[in-house]
């Protein structure tokens, strides 16, 4: 019998109506789209306007656009993983309000939170699933309102976040194809410099935290950054040493979309040609857990069955790690 391996057999993903662009935050904050672009490589980012939507909404419209696009049956998704960084709600679980509304009632689902990475650390959780052989049907999905935690007066988080969803569907496997290998990391001496302090169980809101807007997100730019770069780029570099790949045998690099400059020094230290990295930064800015199903969804048509593709994230904790994937299908788009 052969091995089992996860592979991703369809994707899907939604984005809000709403672009607010660098023209429009001018008016909002001390900014200019000279400076946001050559800093960030962002021109514009979707916000879900609509009162009383969450992440959940998202989650929702990209899961829906997936089982269109593949034609599946709800009722055959055994789990949902809803990777987030902004649940609907406190003590309420974001992912099975997902799979009730897309009817995915023989599913049991969970949310995965490991900030910015939490869509790559959910791709690991789905491929165990499959890999043990226990379930064969698996929907991940990353999804995050950052619009919900950013304060529109902070220069320095206000231009970066955008809100949206995508979602990928895991199967079994026995070519040879899906998920290879991983390197995922934590080191959480890194939480003071990127957090939404209050709104959790050490900081309770209160009248007095809501007023000084100490629910929203705050990072420290500088530290964020230079660990970003390193870390994304070790992980990478580690990846590719381990499976004696050669930037000849790479065909995608899949990094999340943080900042244009970080996402180029990981293709840099891997000397990867910029056609085969994949980008919509400009589009859509840092929708956190969302960035990587939203690049495969933008490039699923350029995508070729036993592609090897390279995910690379790094997130608030801090999380961060890279994935080796060999791509399932080819599109019928």
């Known amino acids: 019998m052969s091995k089992i391996s996860a592979a991703i057999t369809a994707v899907g993903a939604y984005v809000p109506e709403y672009v607010l662009t660098n ?13 946001i672009t050559t800093r960030t490589g962002i021109k514009e980012r979707r916000i879900l306007k609509e009162e009383g939507k969450g992440s959940s909404f998202l989650a929702i419209k990209a899961a829906q656009d997936l089982i269109d696009k593949k034609g599946i049956d709800p009722k055959t998704i055994e789990l949902v993983i809803v990777a987030t960084a902004t649940p609907d709600m406190k003590a309420a679980s ?11 009632t023989n599913a049991f689902s969970f949310d995965l939170d490991a900030a910015c990475s939490s869509f790559l650390f959910g791709m690991s959780v789905a491929a165990k699933y499959i890999e043990s052989g226990r379930y064969r049907n698996v929907l991940l999905i990353g999804a995050d309102k950052m619009s919900s935690m950013i304060n529109y007066k902070d220069r320095a988080t206000c231009i970066i976040f955008g809100d949206g969803a995508g979602a990928v569907f895991f199967e079994p496997n026995e070519e040879g194809l899906g998920l290879q290998d991983e390197y995922l990391r934590s080191d959480g001496s890194g939480r003071e410099f990127l957090q939404a302090t209050y709104g959790g169980s050490s900081h309770p809101i209160t009248a007095e935290a809501m007023e000084a807007g100490k629910q929203f997100a705050f990072q420290e730019g ?15 570099v580690k990846v590719l040493e381990r499976n004696h790949l050669t930037k000849d045998s790479i065909d995608w690099l899949v990094a999340h979309q943080a900042n244009k400059r970080i996402i180029d020094a990981t293709a840099q230290r891997i000397d990867l040609e910029e ?7 400009h589009k859509y800015g840092n929708t956190t857990s ?4 939203l690049l495969l969804n933008d490039y699923e048509s350029q995508i070729k069955k036993g592609d090897n593709l390279i995910f690379a994230a790094f997130g608030g904790g801090f999380n961060w790690g890279a994935i080796y994937l060999k791509w399932a299908y080819n599109s019928n788009n």
């Open 23 to 35: 023209q429009i935050l001018e008016t909002m904050v001390e900014t200019n789209d000279e400076w």
């Open 94 to 104: 974001t992912a099975a309000y997902t799979a009730y509304h897309i009817g995915a």
């Open 222 to 236: 500088r530290t964020v950054f230079k660990n970003a770069v390193f870390n994304m780029a070790d992980a990478t």
């Open 275 to 281: 056609e085969k990295v994949m980008m919509n930064i």
């Open 290 to 293: 969302a960035t990587l199903p």
